[in-house]
Structures are given as C-alpha cells and as structure tokens.
C-alpha cells in the first residue's frame, strides 16, 4: 500500500475533496471516498517503459483486491509534459487489452495542463479533468456499469461539468489547484 502521507497522495486526496466530490464532477466517487476504496499508488517511474510496467502491477493489485473499487496512479516526478503523458494514455490503453483487463478495467486520465481536444488551452472546460499532478484512473467497468444504470441521465455527466467548470471559471481552479500546491 501507498504511504498516504506522500505529498503527491496528499494533493490528489485534497483534489478529490475539493473538486471531483465537492463540485460533483464524479457522483459516483463520494460513495467510494467514504468507504476508503480508493487505492492510491505513487509512480515515480519518468520512463514509459518502467511507468507501464508499474502501470501492468497495479491492474493486477486492483484485480487481486476486490474490496478495492479504483485506483489512482500517481505520477510524482515523470509526464508533466502533456503529449508524452497522452503518449502513456495511450500505451496504458493498449496494454490494459494485452494483459486481458478489457472490459475489466478502463482508464480515466487526468493532468495538470489537460486540454480536450478542439478547445482553448484557457478554457475553463480543461479543468474538469485537471488534476494536480499526472494520474491514471483505474476503474471497475463492472462497477461503473452497475451504477450508470441507475443514475439519471449519465450522458449528462460530462456536459453538466462543462457548464459548472465554465461557470466557475478559470480562475476559480487556478487559485484552488494553487493552494493545493502549497500544503
């Protein structure tokens, strides 16, 4: 298990908190936050190589760890430059098929300077997948099936983001991302 005292689990935690529950980015991560099912796993790996290795470890802890509904990879000092890190997406996607994880797990991707495709590095739209620092997100597609079929309007979900992020706008996360820096 992760040292839940790493700065980069600290930040991420905080982020979690503030944004993806606190501004309901994720209605579904407020349940897994208050039963503590979220694994939190520090890559300091700075090589794609050795980050996908790290990247095939945790589909297996996550497979082996039922109790565990996701997982957040971390990445403490490697891809804080945005196409390598879509490069890792990309890659981490790939091998998720090989090692047999597909429609098992699918990934999530955050980063500190995400910019969706066909819009403004400036938009505040980026922020609903900004995080503070690079991260994987593994999820239980299983899970997230079972819960999507319940939820109201699920293909809502990314547009209401939007809207909210554009609502608050750029400066709202800049300052908070910031302060979340600080600690």
């Known amino acids: 298990m992760a040292d839940s005292t790493h700065p980069a689990i600290l930040k991420t935690q905080q982020w979690l908190e503030q944004v993806i529950i606190g501004l309901n980015f994720c209605p579904f991560a407020k349940k897994e ?23 095939a ?15 957040l990879m971390v990445f403490s000092l490697g891809f804080r430059d945005f196409e390598t890190y879509l490069d890792l997406v990309d890659y ?16 999530a991707s955050f980063h500190p300077d995400y910019v969706f495709e066909g ?12 995080s503070p620092l690079p991260t994987l997100h593994l999820i239980r597609e299983e899970s997230m099936a079972k819960v999507l079929s319940v939820y109201n ?3 809502q979900i990314p547009e209401n983001n939007i809207a909210l992020a554009r609502d608050k706008g750029s ?6 991302l910031k302060k979340i820096h600080r600690r």
């Open 57 to 71: 470890q945790q589909c297996e802890f996550l497979q082996e760890h039922s109790e565990l509904e996701t997982t």
């Open 119 to 130: 819009e403004d590095a400036d938009d505040a739209s980026n922020y609903t997948n900004r």
């Open 33 to 55: 936050w208050v039963n503590n099912t979220i694994h939190y796993h520090v890559c300091a790996q700075v090589r794609l190589e050795k980050a996908l290795e790290d990247f």
């Open 92 to 107: 981490a996607n790939d091998l998720l098929c090989d090692l047999g994880f597909e429609g098992v797990f699918q990934v």
């Open 171 to 176: 400066k709202y996360f800049q300052q908070l």
């Open 153 to 155: 309007n699920p293909e």
